[in-house]
């Protein structure tokens, strides 16, 4: 189809030309030399295999390209300007003073060749387009900055990428695939590096030497050499004799990488000789989000879009699909809203980075009950005996292979059938791609993040002093209250601020020392049954907290089976409903101020206080703003009076999901690097401005690559444009080297091994600037195997 198209664009424009224009057009283009995009001018090489020249694309735009001439698909091998077509009326010049300038109509100029002054240009028989000095003496060539194609007599070496086009013919701008030959280890990788995949196919020459992908003139044949030997071989045949075919080797927007053939005789198109994917499902994220691949034919990979969800892109099905009715924030998560669907003969490609638990000895009904009861859990998939729950995102649904035939595939599909009969509303698409996975609603974070501590004026006395290292004799000054009291200052509990992980929070108005201050009281709901004495350690510990990025505790009431706990309200909210407004983002110094405070805030936690405390749910909601906006740590010290034997059951993980490190999901000791790790991903949250985990980044394009926040910087700084993380945000680029610093600085705080995180005072110095930042090793997929909760190792 897309071929048709090209080949109507291509008989229109060009045909005339193509077959006047290469005998009187010399092989060697002098200074003074141009071409307009529109006219059907091109450079052809001297056998006419290939032109050099503007290759019409969508619209009246052009890439300034190569392409093979004599074949009626006219294939486009290189493209300078693949992300940036030029419009008609564009021109390519040779300039008198020797440069090889893309002059927009618009006046913007493109310089191709890079300085040195060029004295000729020649489209050459090879494919390749090459620019010397009056020496012959190359100073640019084609074959050195490939797109999507390598061509006979070309190689690869350490470092370079091929990318996928985004949709074969009809959209040749960088797509969603890479290969790359890794300069640090010479393995050649197939990766969908958007999602910080770590490849989904490899040639394993992992070695320190020198290799090269080498694309054999004189055979035709593919293979990686290093120094000495070929160590890796891809052809392995190809008919003869190979000067009556066309060669090229193609990473597809399907994610293969192939290597084809075109009998230049009586052709009629390319066939495969080679490819590195057989089963064309097993490309990484070949379907998008939420996407199901099948492959019918056994060469194309085919998405759909299941039942209950929609194409994100009409034109392109593999860029994924969204859901038809909205998915709630798991504060809001009501099992009623959704159905589980099960798919027999269908599985999800090994990945291991969204496996969560593996439910030995289940049955087909209660893997259905645990996806559904679970918001966290968006799917899974049952073998017979084991079902293994998976979260988001949602990727790699596939119709299984036929050794694996037995698996089920479970899917969470919402429903949205409360929603719809509440509210009436018709909700737009943009609305509904919720944030899933956050811990709080938007509204809940709002009025959860209200509650903030404020400084009673007998407490106050506290904040001068300087945290004392011998604790041990200051006499807390929390304030006992009785049930009583308190069931009176918040009128019957009657005015709810919001539901946390502890409990439910009231607003209240408590009268001390002839002032009304208004309060928040959390009415702790989940604590175990523990002894008077337990719940008065832990309070105390809270109680002795002294720091200006804390909320403080005000006092505590522990009445019979009441137990509750007493802050100041404080209207200026949460950093969550501060940070991810959409009208408008607060200023990078003030969000650079508020990081530094949590930082303090926490070393104090961690190596200040008399009593370690981990925090375990370091979030933006767990972050809240004073009067002056100084940012202060809530809800610390509570791990502990929570669940001492907390049994294994998937709704009560501690933490929050996407802020908890992957030792929660391990059987590995609980640390101070949880909090590092949810520190890392607030970090980059308010670098970012955005959440870490959102699902409604579709209007900028983004084909749902960047989704998760972490994973998307990782693979920014891969791709070498850290910047495009923070793309329209001026302010931060301002000043790049603290902007990468800080990045930095978050990646290593949510590296997957606990031990490779910096400490609290680590941070703070890298991220103050008094200590250098190096880039971290970009490794990221982990296998979860078991779940720990944050107990009494603490
Ligand atoms: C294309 O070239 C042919 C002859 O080479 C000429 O007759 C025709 O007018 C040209 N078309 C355009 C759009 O320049
Ligand atoms: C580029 O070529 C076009 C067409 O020949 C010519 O009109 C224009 O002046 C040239 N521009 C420069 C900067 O040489
Ligand atoms: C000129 O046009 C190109 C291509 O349309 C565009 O990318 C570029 O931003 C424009 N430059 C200016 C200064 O308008
Ligand atoms: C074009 O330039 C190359 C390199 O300078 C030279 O070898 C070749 O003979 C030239 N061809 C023509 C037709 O001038
Ligand atoms: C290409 O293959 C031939 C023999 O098949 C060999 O002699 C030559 O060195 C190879 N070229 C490269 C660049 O590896
Ligand atoms: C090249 O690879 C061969 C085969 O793996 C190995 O024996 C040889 O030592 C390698 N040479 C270099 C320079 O790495
Ligand atoms: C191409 O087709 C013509 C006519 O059908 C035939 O005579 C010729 O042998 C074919 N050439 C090749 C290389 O197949
Ligand atoms: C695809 O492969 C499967 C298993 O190898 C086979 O059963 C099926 O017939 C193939 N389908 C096609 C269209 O070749
Ligand atoms: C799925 O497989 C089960 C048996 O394992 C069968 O009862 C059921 O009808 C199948 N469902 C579909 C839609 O084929
Ligand atoms: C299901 O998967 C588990 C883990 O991979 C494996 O141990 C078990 O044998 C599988 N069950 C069946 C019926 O294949």
Known sequence: ??????????????????????????????????????????????????????????DGYFLLGIWFDKIPEKTLVWSHNRNTPAPIQSTVNLTLDGQFVLIYPNGTEDRINNGEAASSASMQDDGNFVLRNSFSTVLWQSFSSPTDTILPGQTLNMGQRLYSNANGNMDHSTGRFMLELQNFDGNMVLSAYRFADRGYWYT???????????????????????????????????????NDYYHRATIEDSGNFQQYIYPKQNGSKWESVWKAITEPCFVNAVCGVYGFCTSPDNQTARCDCLEGFSPLDPSNPSKGCSPQAPIERCEEYDPMNYKVVVLNDSDFLNDVFTDLERIHNSDLESCMKALHEDCYTIAATFNNTDCLTKRMPFLNARHSLPSTKIIKALIKVPTGTNREKSGGKKISRSHFLLQVGISMSSLLALLFAAIA???????????????????????????????????????????????????????????????????????????IEQGEKEFMTEVRVIGQTHHKNLVRLLGFCNDGSHRLLVYDLMKNGSLSSFLFKEEERPSW???????????????????????????????????????????????FGLAKLLMKDQTRTSTNIRGTMGYMAPEWLKNAPVTAKVDIYSFGVLLLEIICCRRHIELNRIEEESDGDDLILTDWVISCVRLGKLEMVVKYDTEVLSNYKRFERMAMVGLWCVHPDPILRPSMKKVIQMLEGTIEVGVPPLVYAQTFEDRHYCTSEM
């Open 1 to 58: 189809m897309a071929a048709i198209v090209v080949m109507l664009v291509w008989s229109l424009l060009l045909a005339s030309s193509l077959h006047g224009s290469h005998a009187t057009t010399p092989a060697n283009k002098t200074l003074g030399s141009s071409l307009t995009s529109g006219a059907n001018s091109s450079w052809p090489s001297p056998s006419g295999d290939f032109a050099f020249g503007f290759y019409p694309v969508a």
């Open 589 to 635: 110094d003030h969000r650079v101020e508020i990081l530094l405070g949590i930082a303090r805030g926490l070393l104090y936690l961690h190596e200040e206080c008399e009593t370690q405390i981990i925090h375990c749910d370091i979030k933006p909601q767990n972050v809240l703003l004073d009067n002056h906006n100084t940012a202060k740590i809530a809800d």
């Open 204 to 242: 394993g020459t992992i070695n320190d030497k020198i290799v090269r992908l080498v694309f054999n003139q004189s055979s035709s044949f593919m293979y990686l050499v290093n120094e000495t030997a070929t160590i890796y071989s891809m052809t392995n045949n190809v008919p003869r004799p190979i």
């Open 453 to 527: 501590i404020y400084y009673h004026p007998a407490v106050q006395r506290y904040r001068s002093r300087k945290p004392s290292p011998n604790a041990d004799t200051m006499e807390i000054s929390l304030r006992t209250f009785s049930f009583q009291e308190l069931s009176e200052a918040t009128n019957g509990f009657s005015n709810s601020l919001g539901r946390g992980a502890f409990g439910t929070v009231y607003g209240g108005v408590l009268c001390l020392e002839d002032k009304q201050i208004e309060i928040a009281v959390k009415k702790l709901e989940k604590v």
